[in-house]
């Protein structure tokens, strides 16, 4: 006997993505999707993003497959964050996100972080609840990653091009990535940045601000 | 990637519509994937049958569907399929103002139960 089933495999996950939108609808806040390869600067960045006087009150969730180093080095920043070990799972999914929820002070933030496990492949592929996905491309990991890892690029609405203080040291063509990344996805922001320098810092700052509604 | 976790979620689902309804068995269950959802069908299968030992699938056949990638371009209209995995541009005007209208399917279609 034929029976007609219908149902997407990934309906549970995109179930609970839903969940979590309509969690962080009522406590109004706005919600990024931070990714990158492992050791592009996610954690650099949001250090130097807690450091600015923003104005935004802003919450972190870590996700990690082991430890708890990146969740530390926020705490110290007196943000409210959470770390998630995945034990294994290559990205953060929605019920990961959703299980965390009620460690975080969601009425009292105005902008959360969501810090993927460092991956530039699946986390594209999973939604978790957020506003918007935001990556990091150090240039130290080469010219050729936008044309690699085309969904990424596709579905990020920014790309920090982190470590632009190696630029005299690396045979890296800085045009190259920004042409491509464009041509990949027209729409995206590109910040050039350093977190050693800070150089990039304000203009990335001014930006979130005016995603979060709070410039 | 994560093929073995896309094969527990597939056969949670089955086995929970069995169950709902009172199947003794599934014979087999007819799922489509599209080229661009970055699930293999060969590695889907190797862990299906891996997992489906013991289940109400233990005698299931998995039959895939692969759905190529079809874009509308924004820009021209132009609608198209391609042979990769994904798209970077429209093969009419090279734009890259796209939607992907198929080809990142993970669905169940159906199932042979009795």
Known sequence: MKVKVATKILEANDRIALENRRLFDKAGLFVINLMSGPGAGKTSVLEKTLLQDSGLKIGVIEGDIAGSDDAERIEKLDAPVVQI??????????????????????????????????????????????????????????????????????????????????????DVDIEKIKRDSLSLNPQLKIFEVSCKTGKGIPEWIEWIKNKAGKD | MHELSIAQNLLDIVSGQCLKNG???????????????????????????????????????????????????????????VEEEYVLFCPSCKGSSFMITAGRELDIIDMEVS
């Open chain 1, 85 to 170: 070990n995945t034990g294994g799972a290559c990205h953060l999914d929605a019920n990961m996100i959703y299980e965390v929820l009620s460690d975080l002070p969601l009425n009292e933030i105005d902008l959360l972080f969501i810090e993927n496990v460092g991956n530039l492949v699946c986390p594209a592929e999973f939604k978790i609840g957020e506003d918007i996905k935001v990556m990091l491309l150090s240039i130290a990991e080469g010219h050729d990653k936008p044309l690699k890892y085309p969904l990424m690029f596709q579905e990020s609405s920014a790309l920090i091009l982190n470590k632009m203080d190696l630029v005299p040291y690396l």
């Open chain 2, 23 to 81: 199947f003794k068995e599934i014979e087999s269950i007819n799922i489509k994937i599209g080229r661009a959802s970055g699930i293999m069908p060969d590695a889907l299968s190797f862990a299906f049958d891996a997992i489906k030992t013991d289940t109400i699938a233990k005698n299931a056949s998995l039959n895939i569907a692969e759905i190529p990638v079809t874009g509308l371009c924004r820009d021209c209209a132009y609608e198209f399929t």
